[in-house]
Nanobody, 112 residues
């Protein structure tokens, strides 16, 4: 099983990014998936999750700002991030809950 995350980068405050997590070796629609982030000096935290049934969960800090989605045809999970703030700066990881599989992380930096 491999999770390949991409889409991070440097963006100004108020900007948007879309992260992608391509899953190999598992059919993404069969599993609960999540996006986590880890800022320097902080613990990794849940940002958003999608269950195999399609239920969505968000951290309070990103509700209304981030959207998690899944494209079954592309076996990919996305995280659309809007109105980005400096405090959203972190390495973002995708996660497949069954088996505890992590992607390699993609850096998001929000700065002017």
């Amino acid at each position: 099983v491999q999770l390949q995350a991409s889409g991070g980068g440097l963006v100004q405050p108020g900007g948007s990014l879309r992260l992608s997590c391509v899953v190999s070796g598992r059919i993404v629609s069969f599993y609960d998936m999540g996006w986590y982030r880890q800022a320097p000096g902080k613990q990794r935290e849940l940002v958003a999750a999608v269950t195999r049934g399609g239920n969505l969960n968000y951290a309070d800090s990103v509700k209304g700002q981030f959207t998690i989605s899944r494209d079954n045809a592309k076996n990919t999970v996305y995280l659309q991030m809007n109105s980005l703030k400096p405090e959203d700066t972190a390495v973002y990881y995708c996660h497949l809950y069954l088996g505890g599989v992590w992607g390699q992380g993609t850096q998001v930096t929000v700065s002017s």
